[in-house]
């Protein structure tokens, strides 16, 4: 007798690599690549696109969304020819980058350390090497200046600057009204365990002082000491401000009034695994620790890879570059890219190659191939591109009138006049040719404009899945796969006798969502395998579900 299975949650458990998958009910899949699980659906990821080319010899780390303009806008810090370098670029039609690097730029050790945050709206970056310095106003004229630390010494004495000070931070980040200083240096002493806050800065400025010294003002210095290691990251999480160190975390929670903050320590065991591998998203912290993958809600901390990937992304990290790693929230598909540099890359030194992604909504992973094979920084923002208007065409004067513009059709823009994406960093020599070896590449991770690169290796796998029971031979004679698209997938069927036994793949059909509703296919065994992944020609597709007709075949 004919029978039928249905299987319509695929995208709602995703991936498991950790458990034997006989042991997984068949809604788990046990291999993905470059798809995207979002609405019920799995997707297959069509690639990135190209946005600009960053200036000659322009080595990228940082992208840093300031959101001053409507179109989007964004800071870009690294190294040009030996020194710190900072550009500012308005997106949307516009490639033009402004250069808004200090007056007097030093020379940059490691262009890699570059951290930044916002207070309020200003943005403020810093780098090991030089010091801490701020945007203000954002405005592509302005240029970047040293952080204050503190008044002159009388009234009408020039302030007093970082760079005065001589003191250098590895990483500022702001929490309410306050800028914090971790990890901090100067002449004479370095403090990896140093936790420093301003004072409270008015709207729309920078704290006036960090003299934890002056007694009529609430900065403060505390040093944290224990057995936790050198200060790594920290960020915000409702009113505490979470600091990571290598193998422990503390948390400021915010009191006001003249103490400010009540230190407190949360975990001894568990540490952050190096800067920018930390995003607060929805008042949850979410991580790469030493080990693995967690999520933090001020209370408790919970592995999301125990039992699901946590053999699999440990074995692909490849920890020797370790601090080329670092996540990002791609807040409109409720997803999280913990993005790693793996074993297999040969751009491993230069960057990450390989986003694992997390479902917060959904709480399911999928993974991606990163541009080229190497990304350096990415973030969250929005991206106008108003396509070709009439006020773009222009008309006489001073555009061409439409008879020398020639064919232009009325029609609709593909792309929505603003999207949110992620946008990547690549550095001279991470992008193949022909694109010119000294410059870097502002690119569009997942975005629906104009694609330049397509991933025609999507696919998603279900191995050693059981129909009935494992005592009962079952024979599969056919498919309906739920799909949608323009472009056919490629669909294989395999069958083994027992667990880990080899799995007898039958030759890949072909189907096209817009032609067939199904495929029929013979094979038999115990235990059987499904893969779907891109066919010949590129395009779009996604998988809501299967349907499995089957017959029994006897008793093992």
Request: glycine share 8%.
């Amino acid at each position: 007798m004919i029978k039928q299975l249905s299987v319509s949650s695929f995208a709602q458990k995703g991936i498991n690599t950790d458990l034997q998958p006989w042991t997984l009910p068949l809604d788990f899949l046990t291999n993905l690549r470059n798809v995207v699980i979002a609405s019920d659906q799995i997707t297959n990821y069509r690639g990135f696109s190209a946005l600009a080319s960053l200036p000659t010899n322009f080595t990228p780390s940082l992208i840093l969304n300031v959101n001053a303009f409507v179109s989007g806008f964004w800071l870009i810090a690294g190294k040009e020819n030996g020194f710190e370098s900072v550009y500012c670029f308005t997106g949307g039609n516009s490639t033009t980058f402004s250069n808004i690097t200090v007056a007097t730029p030093l020379a940059l050790a490691n262009e890699k350390i570059w951290n930044g945050c916002l207070l309020g709206k200003i943005p403020v970056v810093n780098n090991l090497s030089v010091y801490p310095e701020y945007w203000s106003p954002q405005d592509p004229a302005t240029k970047l200046q040293t952080l204050r630390w503190s008044a002159g010494a009388t009234v009408g004495d020039p302030e007093i600057t970082w760079k005065d000070k001589g003191y250098h931070a590895k990483i500022i980040r702001s929490h309410k009204q306050y800028l914090f200083a971790l990890d901090i240096s100067g002449p004479g002493f370095s403090d990896p365990d140093a936790v420093r806050w301003s004072t409270p800065a008015d709207n729309g400025a920078i704290p006036d002082s960090w003299d934890e010294l002056d007694i009529t003002n609430t900065a403060g210095l505390v040093y944290l000491g224990g057995s936790g290691g050198k200060v790594i990251d920290a960020r915000s999480l409702r009113d505490a401000f979470i600091v990571y160190r290598e193998t422990s975390i503390t948390v400021f929670d915010y009191r006001g009034g003249p103490f400010v903050f009540q230190i407190r320590d949360a975990s001894s065991s568990f540490g952050l695994l190096a800067m920018d591998c930390l995003v607060e998203v929805n008042s949850m912290h979410y991580f790469i620790g030493r080990d693995g993958i967690y999520s933090y809600d001020g209370n408790e901390i919970t592995s999301l890879l125990h039992n699901r990937l946590a053999t699999r992304f440990n074995s692909d990290f490849n920890y020797e570059y370790y601090t080329n790693a670092f996540v990002v929230a791609y807040n409109e598909d409720n997803q999280i890219w913990f993005c790693i540099p793996t074993v297999e890359s040969s751009n491993a030194a230069k960057g990450a190659n390989v986003a694992y992604v997390y479902n917060w909504e959904d709480d399911n992973w999928t993974i991606i191939d990163l541009p080229d094979g190497v990304i350096r920084d990415a973030a969250f923002g929005t991206f106008s591109d108003l396509g070709e208007t009439w006020n773009l065409i222009g008309t006489p004067p001073p555009g061409p009138s439409w008879q020398e513009r020639g064919a232009v059709v009325w029609d609709s823009e593909f792309a929505r006049p603003v999207q949110s994406t992620l946008y990547g960093l690549q550095a001279p020599g991470d992008i193949p040719a022909p694109h010119p070896a000294t410059q870097g590449r502002l690119v569009l991770i997942n975005s629906d404009r104009n694609f330049i690169s397509s991933n025609d290796n999507s696919f998603i796998e279900r191995l050693s899945f059981i129909i009935d029971s494992l005592v009962k031979v079952t024979t599969i004679t056919r498919l309906y796969p739920h799909i949608v698209g323009s472009s056919s997938v490629k669909i294989l069927v395999g069958s083994q006798d027992f667990p880990g036994d080899s799995i007898r793949w039958k030759e890949p059909v072909f189907f096209d969502p817009n032609k067939q509703r199904k495929i029929d296919i013979r094979t038999t065994g115990e235990l059987h395998s499904l893969r779907i992944e891109s066919g010949d020609s590129v395009g779009d597709w996604s998988l809501a579900g299967i349907n499995i007709e089957y017959v029994e075949a006897g008793l093992r």
